[in-house]
């Protein structure tokens, strides 16, 4: 029996493609919540240098006017550098936001993959079933959750 096992083993491990690992391969880790919850951070840890981190977008007039993703590298203080923006200009949305007038303007598609600029990351955030009203001029959601997902890619990717 170990004899046969031996050679399973043997001819899995040098079948071309059987023991090398894509980035679709790779686990992956998930945070999901809904898009009413009230905490203010959800937190997370990506690896032993980077946190993700998402804050719920205060608003006047409306209760859960949105969230903003990011990702901070560990030892930068308590507020840190979002990763996902680093170099680009601030201003405007940004694909890691996740608003209630940009889900409902479809101004970024519900399921987005970001790259983690300077890192082997991928970031995936996933709208699931959303639902907006408007209150006043201001758009707010009403249910839904959110999904967010990282893999970390393969040497060939990164």
């Given amino acids: ?9 043997i001819v899995w491990w040098i079948t071309p493609g059987a023991a090398a690992l894509s980035a679709d391969s790779l686990p992956a880790q998930t945070l999901r919540f809904d898009v009413t919850d009230p ?4 937190t997370r840890e990506i690896d032993s240098t980077l946190l ?10 409306v209760a859960h006017f949105g969230w903003e993703v990011q990702v901070v590298e560990r030892g930068a203080g308590s507020v840190g550098t979002n990763v996902l923006r680093r170099g680009i200009p601030s201003g405007g949305p940004h694909p890691s936001d996740v608003l209630a007038w940009l889900s409902r303007e479809r101004y970024f598609p519900d399921d987005r993959r970001l790259p983690l600029p300077g890192y082997p990351y991928e970031i995936r955030i996933r709208l699931i079933q959303c639902r907006t009203e408007l ?9 839904g959750s959110v999904e967010i997902t990282w893999r970390r890619l393969d040497s060939a990717r990164s």
């Avoid at 029996?1 to 083993?9: D, E, S, T």
């Avoid at 905490?39 to 959800?42: V, W």
């Avoid at 993700?52 to 007039?61: D, G, N």
């Fill in 39 to 42: 905490r203010e951070t959800i």
């Fill in 1 to 9: 029996m170990a004899r046969y096992l031996l050679q399973v083993w």
């Fill in 52 to 61: 993700l981190r998402v804050v719920r977008i205060a608003h006047s007039r």
């Fill in 135 to 143: 209150v006043g001029d201001d758009t707010g959601f009403v249910s």
